[in-house]
């Protein structure tokens, strides 16, 4: 089982912008598919976006397209999320996840690890 680790968190104005990184504890992160998720207070769990280990092709959530980017390296075991233009919506816990598959990408059930999540604060 991997154990994704986030860091980057923190509080930054709307407009600003933000990166996370999440590694592997112990084991390679480098399943077929990593993911970062996020849950608001009060509200589901909710994709974001995903990264497929071999090829690099990408998912959004129709709400970060144009202003997240997602990347993976391979030789760090590391994914990151670039996160642009920052809004207040965009507060919440985000979460790494590994291990997920890509007919059921957005759906959180079907990702079986999971980080401990690192906290976004956007301000108005």
């Known amino acids: 089982q991997v154990q994704p680790v986030e860091s980057g968190g923190g509080s930054v104005q709307a407009g600003d912008s933000l990166s996370l990184s999440c590694t592997a504890s112990?084991?390679?992160?480098?399943?077929?598919?990593s993911a970062w998720f996020r849950q608001a207070p009060g509200r589901e769990r909710e994709f974001v976006a995903a990264?497929?280990?071999?090829?690099?092709?990408?998912y959004y959530a129709d709400s970060v397209k144009g202003r997240f980017i997602i990347t993976r390296d391979n030789a760090r075991n590391t994914v990151t999320l670039k996160m642009d233009t920052l809004k207040p919506e965009g507060t919440a816990l985000y979460y790494c996840?590994?291990?997920?598959?890509?007919?059921?990408?957005?759906?959180?059930?079907?990702?079986?690890?999971w980080g401990q999540g690192t906290q976004v604060t956007v301000s108005s």
């Open positions: 112990g084991r390679t992160l480098m399943t077929y598919l």
């Open positions: 996840a590994s291990g997920g598959n890509v007919h059921h990408i957005m759906a959180p059930d079907y990702w079986p690890d």
């Open positions: 990264i497929t280990w071999i090829s690099g092709k990408t």
